[in-house]
């Protein structure tokens, strides 16, 4: 057990003791009470409200209460000193032993150090990317891919079971268009020249499906009617697109668990199924939409329609899961997909673009309805990214016709930097990406930052053997100080940013969290510089050179455990 779980445990021991001797009355609910570091540092090491929050309902004064709880936390060996702050908070310090034990303890689980088995016996189903089965990916898709993957990590180090699944939007029109580029690509390969009208895609990729197309049917599909030739097209590009798609997500590090494709979902008549599920329990009923508001459309008319209940669930109007051509909507289909993933997932996450912000409610409303309230289902919106090159927006690729190509951008700049950058921000804020700054040697930027601390802890252990130091034999961990044991504060912090990051769906906080450690790691690095007391690597003084370097390999082994939930690998120098 990590430091801040035990001292929640302490916690509970303490208020189980004032309990026991009828200073609070048993069976108060404890779960918004909380053990985490003071906002000021000077009030010492660790902050708990729990007098804050049990003074009302056990009758007490808070800062009365919180007396109490501070003399029973006050026989912990751990502690050394309590101290009641304001209306009742409580501030502990703790021995520099018991930072000690936590720089040991880091050491010993390794790689293991921030991952818990809390989230165990719960399946998550995150469902990312899906972009529709017709090109390559382009960085409009890699935001949202390196958010959901790296939120499956993040929910993985917490002990649940994840699905990471790919939603293969194969049945509506879009495939239908990408078929009829493909039937002109296939017939370029046959030697004729072709003109590509407005409307379908443009991009080189298709050439190779054409390609292949044309050698294996020959000229059997040219001057076909389209009736002859479509569905044909549309399964065999799909399945092009879809080796393309996986291939360029690989380069970020990306693999998905399942792909569900939409066309095989309505195929199996699920669509039908969830109507069915909800008619029997008046959550569909066929009606009339309002008219829109304003001025009418020409071709409006008032068409009975089978409409979802949603704003039994805080939606602010009804949805028609069918057009009046009897075709799902793509909010039926959806509704049918979501109620698919919530037979095998406990819990749903849906990572979307920002552009589909307005749908939002309704499919919350539709897995409310489906899941009777049973399933947790988040959808976490990841806004656009605008690609600069020194400021300047970047141009189009050729190869796609109209975007920029992830592979193009990873292969330019490498993985880690594309997967680290789009976690330095909150998904849900604009962000910029130049290809300058992203791999500028500096402060300022965070993927450097964090990777020159690792590189720089890999360093030292190279610098000793070529002073020629024995470092073997354990560490002497008391030779360090209280502001060498200030890092390790702050190492202990991780776990419970894992935690905390897990539980809000947050992937970025782990960003956050590396760079804060990596600007303390620095800071320590940068003291040795006016004061050469103060270097890691000291040639006339071995025991404190070990005892310092089983310090910075623990902050090494912490930014590689949170670049391993990023994706990122740790690099051992800087080129």
Same mark, same amino acid.
């Given at each position: 057990?990590?430091?801040?779980?035990?001292?929640?445990?302490?916690?509970?021991?303490?208020?189980d003791a004032l309990v026991a001797s009828g200073d609070l009355p048993a069976g108060l609910e404890r779960r918004a009470v909380t053990v985490e570091p003071p906002r000021d540092v000077t009030h010492g090491d660790l902050a708990t409200?729990?007098?804050?929050?049990?003074?009302?309902?056990?009758?007490?004064?808070?800062?009365?209460?919180?007396?109490?709880?501070?003399?029973?936390?006050?026989?912990?060996?751990?502690?050394?000193?309590?101290?009641?702050?304001?209306?009742?908070?409580?501030?502990?310090?703790?021995?520099?032993?018991?930072?000690?034990?936590?720089?040991?303890?880091?050491?010993?689980?390794?790689?293991?150090?921030?991952?818990?088995?809390?989230?165990?016996?719960?399946?998550?189903?995150?469902?990312?990317?899906?972009?529709?089965? @017709?090109?390559?990916?382009?960085?409009?898709?890699?935001?949202?891919?390196?958010?959901?993957?790296?939120?499956?990590?993040?929910?993985?180090?917490?002990?649940?079971?994840?699905?990471?699944?790919?939603?293969?939007?194969?049945?509506?029109?879009?495939?239908?268009?990408?078929?009829?580029?493909?039937?002109?690509?296939?017939?370029?390969?046959?030697?004729?020249?072709?003109?590509?009208?407005?409307?379908?895609?443009?991009?080189?990729?298709?050439?190779?499906?054409?390609?292949?197309?044309?050698?294996?049917?020959?000229?059997?599909?040219?001057?076909?009617?389209?009736?002859?030739?479509?569905?044909?097209?549309?399964?065999?590009?799909?399945?092009?697109?879809?080796?393309?798609?996986?291939?360029?997500?690989?380069?970020?590090?990306?693999?998905?668990?399942?792909?569900?494709?939409?066309?095989?979902?309505?195929?199996?008549?699920?669509?039908?199924?969830?109507?069915?599920?909800?008619?029997?329990?008046?959550?569909?009923?066929?009606?009339?939409?309002?008219?829109?508001?304003?001025?009418?459309?020409?071709?409006?008319?008032?068409?009975?329609?089978?409409?979802?209940?949603?704003?039994?669930?805080?939606?602010?109007?009804?949805?028609?899961?069918?057009?009046?051509?009897?075709?799902?909507?793509?909010?039926?289909? &959806?509704?049918?997909?979501?109620?698919?993933?919530?037979?095998?997932?406990?819990?749903?996450?849906?990572?979307?673009?920002?552009?589909?912000?307005?749908?939002?409610?309704?499919?919350?409303?539709?897995?409310?309805?489906?899941?009777?309230?049973? @399933?947790?289902?988040?959808?976490?919106?990841?806004?656009?990214?605008?690609?600069?090159?020194?400021?300047?927006?970047?141009?189009?690729?050729?190869?796609?016709?109209?975007?920029? @190509?992830?592979?193009?951008?990873?292969?330019?700049?490498?993985? &880690?930097?594309?997967?680290?950058?789009?976690?330095?921000?909150?998904?849900?804020?604009?962000?910029?990406?130049?290809?300058?700054?992203?791999?500028?040697?500096?402060?300022?930027?965070?993927?450097?930052?964090?990777?020159?601390?690792?590189?720089?802890?890999?360093?030292?252990?190279?610098?000793?053997?070529?002073?020629?130091?024995?470092?073997?034999?354990?560490?002497?961990?008391?030779?360090l100080d209280t502001r060498e044991l200030a890092l390790v504060k702050l190492a202990a912090q991780y776990p419970r940013v894992v935690e905390g990051a897990a539980a809000a769906r947050e992937p970025h906080r782990i960003a956050f969290?590396?760079?804060?450690?990596?600007?303390?790691?620095?800071?320590?690095?940068?003291?040795?510089?006016?004061?050469?007391?103060?270097?890691?690597?000291?040639?006339?003084?071995?025991?404190? @050179?070990?005892?310092?370097?089983?310090?910075?390999?623990?902050?090494?082994?912490?930014?590689?455990?949170?670049?391993?939930?990023?994706?990122?690998e740790a690099v051992q120098e800087l080129s």
């Open positions: 057990m990590t430091l801040y779980p035990r001292f929640a445990a302490h916690l509970d021991a303490a208020l409200n729990a007098a804050m929050v049990l003074a009302k309902p056990a009758g007490s004064n808070p800062r009365a209460l919180a007396e109490k709880i501070a003399a029973e936390l006050e026989k912990i060996d751990a502690v050394s000193s309590v101290s009641v702050a304001g209306p009742g908070f409580i501030n502990m310090s703790l021995t520099d032993g018991t930072w000690r034990d936590e720089l040991a303890a880091i050491h010993t689980a390794g790689d293991a150090y921030g991952r818990s088995q809390g989230g165990a016996g719960v399946t998550v189903n995150i469902e990312y990317v899906s972009a529709n089965p @017709t090109g390559p990916m382009h960085m409009g898709h890699c935001r949202g891919a390196v958010v959901g993957d790296a939120l499956a990590s993040l929910l993985e180090a917490v002990g649940h079971t994840v699905i990471r699944e790919y939603y293969v939007n194969d049945a509506g029109g879009q495939v239908d268009v990408l078929a009829r580029s493909a039937h002109l690509r296939y017939r370029e390969a046959l030697g004729e020249t072709i003109e590509i009208p407005e409307g379908l895609y443009p991009g080189e990729y298709l050439k190779p499906v054409g390609e292949r197309l044309a050698r294996e049917h020959g000229d059997a599909f040219v001057g076909q009617d389209e009736s002859e030739w479509l569905a044909l097209f549309r399964k065999e590009a799909v399945a092009d697109m879809l080796v393309m798609i996986r291939s360029d997500l690989a380069l970020l590090g990306i693999h998905h668990n399942l792909f569900s494709s939409e066309a095989e979902l309505q195929a199996a008549g699920k669509p039908e199924e969830a109507e069915a599920w909800l008619r029997a329990r008046d959550l569909i009923y066929d009606g009339v939409l309002e008219a829109p508001k304003g001025e009418l459309p020409d071709d409006w008319e008032p068409v009975e329609l089978p409409l979802f209940r949603s704003t039994k669930f805080g939606d602010d109007q009804d949805r028609p899961i069918k057009k009046s051509n009897g075709q799902w909507t793509y909010f039926g289909a &959806d509704m049918a997909y979501h109620f698919q993933k919530a037979q095998s997932a406990d819990q749903l996450i849906d990572i979307w673009g920002a552009d589909h912000a307005g749908t939002v409610k309704r499919i919350v409303a539709a897995v409310t309805a489906l899941t009777e309230g049973k @399933t947790r289902f988040d959808v976490k919106l990841v806004q656009m990214v605008r690609l600069l090159r020194a400021g300047e927006p970047v141009k189009m690729s050729k190869r796609s016709g109209n975007f920029v @190509t992830l592979a193009d951008v990873v292969q330019e700049v490498g993985k &880690d930097v594309v997967r680290f950058t789009m976690l330095t921000r909150k998904a849900d804020a604009q962000m910029d990406f130049d290809f300058a700054k992203v791999v500028e040697a500096s402060k300022d930027n965070p993927v450097f930052y964090v990777q020159y601390a690792h590189a720089r802890v890999a360093s030292l252990h190279r610098r000793a053997a070529d002073a020629g130091l024995d470092l073997s034999g354990d560490a002497d961990l008391s030779l969290y590396l760079y804060d450690l990596a600007a303390e790691f620095h800071a320590w690095w940068n003291m040795g510089n006016d004061d050469p007391s103060r270097r890691f690597i000291l040639p006339d003084n071995v025991p404190l @050179t070990r005892a310092r370097l089983s310090l910075a390999d623990a902050i090494g082994q912490v930014v590689r455990n949170g670049l391993n939930i990023m994706g990122v």
